[in-house]
C-alpha cells in the first residue's frame, strides 16, 4: 500500500488530500510506475480528469455503482477495470501484474480492507496535523521501519511543509 499521512493520520478532507506537497506526488509516481494500482471509486474520482487514469500505470477501481456522471469510473477505458469488491480487484490485479508487488493506493475503506494481507506500506509523513475525514490506518507492532529518507529528520516542501518517505515491511505467515 502506498499513502501519505499528516501526524495524526489524516489522509484525506472533502474528497481530496488537505495538503500540497508536489515531492510527494513525483514520489508517488516514482513508487507506482508501471504498476497495477488497486482504488476505491472515491480516490479514482479524487484524481484530476487530465490524469486519469494515471499514465503508465493499471488502474482497477473498485465499486459497485455505475451512474452517468462524469466523474465515475468507466468501463470502456482500455486502462481501467472495475471490479465489484476488493477481493476481486486483487484477483485480476495479478493477472495483470508486471511486477511482484501490486499497489493499494486508497482511500481510507480501501486500506482498511487491505491492510490485514499487505506487506509493505510505502508512507508519506507530513509534520503537521491537519483538519481531515479520512485516516490512514494503523501500523501495529508487525511492522518493521525498513527506511526512512531522510535518516534523520525531515525534508522541506517548496509549499514548505516538511515530510519525509518511510517503508514499513512486514511477513505474513502464508509468505513463509
Ligand atoms: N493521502 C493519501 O495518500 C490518499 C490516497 C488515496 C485517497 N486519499 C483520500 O481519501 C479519500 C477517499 O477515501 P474514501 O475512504 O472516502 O473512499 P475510497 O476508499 O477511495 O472509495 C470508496 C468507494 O470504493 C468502493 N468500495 C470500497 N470498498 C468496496 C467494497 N468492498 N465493495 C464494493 N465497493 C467498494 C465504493 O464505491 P461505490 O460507492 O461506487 O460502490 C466506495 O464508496 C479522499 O479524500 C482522497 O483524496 C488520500
Do not use: C
Request: net charge negative; glycine share 8%; proline share 5%.
Amino acid at each position: 500500500m502506498v499513502w501519505a499521512q499528516s501526524l495524526d493520520g489524516v489522509i484525506g478532507l472533502d474528497g481530496g488530500m488537505p495538503w500540497d506537497v508536489p515531492e510527494d506526488l513525483k514520489h508517488f509516481k516514482d513508487v507506482t510506475m508501471g504498476e497495477v494500482l488497486v482504488m476505491g471509486r472515491k480516490t479514482w474520482s479524487s484524481f484530476p480528469k487530465s490524469v486519469r487514469p494515471l499514465p503508465g500505470r493499471t488502474s482497477i477501481v473498485v465499486s459497485k455503482t455505475f451512474s452517468d456522471d462524469p466523474s465515475d469510473p468507466k468501463l470502456d477505458h482500455d486502462d481501467v477495470h472495475v471490479v465489484e469488491d476488493l477481493h476481486q480487484g486483487l484477483e485480476l490485479a495479478v493477472q495483470l501484474k508486471t511486477s511482484q508487488t501490486i499497489w493499494v493506493v486508497g482511500g481510507g475503506t480501501l486500506y482498511d480492507q487491505a491492510i490485514d494481507g499487505a506487506t509493505v506500506v510505502e508512507r508519506s509523513l507530513f509534520n503537521l496535523t491537519v483538519d481531515g475525514d479520512t485516516y490512514a490506518p494503523e501500523l501495529d507492532g508487525s511492522w518493521t521501519l525498513a527506511a526512512q529518507d531522510p535518516t534523520n529528520g525531515w525534508h522541506t516542501s517548496k509549499s514548505s511543509v516538511e515530510y519525509r518517505f518511510e517503508r514499513w515491511e512486514r511477513t505474513l505467515e502464508q509468505d513463509n
